[in-house]
C-alpha cells in the first residue's frame, strides 16, 4: 500500500506513522509528504527519512479547489491507496475528496462530534469536560465529520493547561494513527452510512 502524507507543521503523527512502518507494524509505504506550509517540520522529517517532502504554495492557486487539484494530480501520479492527513490545516475541497473517496483518514484532538475545527484541545479545556481523547475518521466534505474509525478517551485535571492537555492526547494519537492505518490496509474497515465497522475477513 501506498501512502502519502499531508501535514502543515510538527508532524509528530508523522513521526509515529513512520517509526510504525520501519519497525514492521505498518505494511505500507510513506511514498510522499505534501505540505501547504514552506517550514513544516514534518517536510524534514520526511527528507530524514529518504521520503519525497512536496511544498505546494498556495498562493500560487486562484483557491482551494485549484490548490487541491495540485494535490490530487500529485497523489495520482504516485498511485496512492492512501490520504493520511496529520495536522493538515486546510479544509479538503470536493475535487480531492471525491477523487479519494473513502481513503482519506484525519485525526483530531478530541471526541468528535465534540469540539470540532480549530484548537479542538483549547475548546474542551474551555468547556470543562473532565473526559477529552481523540478520533481517527475518514474524511467527508465537512470539517471533521466523516465516519469514526477509533476513538480514545483521555482524562482531562484540573491542572491541566492545553499543553499539558495535548501532550497527553499526543501519546494516544501516535498509538491510534497507526492502528488505524494497518486496519486499512488489512482491508478490515468496512463503511455503512455514517459507521465504520472492522471486519475479520
Ligand atoms: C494533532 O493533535 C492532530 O490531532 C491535529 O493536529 C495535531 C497535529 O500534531 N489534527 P502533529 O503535527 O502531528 O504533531
Known amino acids: 500500500m501506498r501512502l502519502a502524507v499531508l501535514a502543515s507543521g510538527f508532524g509528530s503523527n508523522l513521526q509515529a506513522i ?3 512502518v520501519e519497525g514492521g507494524k505498518i505494511t505500507g509505504r510513506v511514498e510522499v509528504v505534501i505540505s501547504d506550509q514552506k517550514d513544516a517540520y514534518a ?3 520526511a527528507r530524514r527519512h529518504g521520503i519525497g517532502a512536496v511544498y505546494i504554495n498556495p498562493r500560487h492557486f486562484s483557491g482551494r479547489e485549484a490548490f487541491d487539484r495540485e494535490v490530487l494530480t500529485l497523489l495520482q501520479g504516485k498511485n496512492i491507496d492512501l490520504v ?3 495536522g493538515y490545516m486546510r479544509l479538503l475541497s470536493p475535487v480531492l475528496v471525491g477523487g479519494f473517496k473513502g481513503k482519506i483518514m484525519n485525526i ?3 471526541l468528535l462530534p465534540s469540539f470540532p475545527g480549530l484548537e479542538g484541545v483549547q475548546q474542551a479545556l474551555d468547556y470543562g469536560v473532565k473526559v477529552s ?3 481517527v475518521h475518514f ?3 465537512g470539517l471533521d465529520t466523516g465516519p469514526v474509525i477509533l476513538q480514545e478517551a483521555v482524562p482531562v485535571y484540573g491542572q491541566d493547561t492545553a499543553a499539558s492537555l495535548q501532550e497527553r492526547i499526543h501519546e494516544v494519537e501516535h498509538r491510534l494513527y497507526p492502528r488505524a492505518i494497518q486496519l486499512f490496509i488489512e482491508g478490515k474497515l468496512e463503511i ?3 459507521r465504520c465497522f472492522q471486519n475479520e475477513t
Request: aromatic residues 0%; negative net charge; proline residues 5%.
Open 18 to 20: 513512520i517509526d510504525a
Open 43 to 45: 517536510l524534514e522529517r
Open 139 to 141: 474524511v467527508d466534505e
Open 192 to 194: 455503512e452510512g455514517r
Open 133 to 135: 481523547g481523540c478520533t
Open 108 to 110: 483530531h484532538p478530541s
Open 84 to 86: 493520511v492527513l496529520a
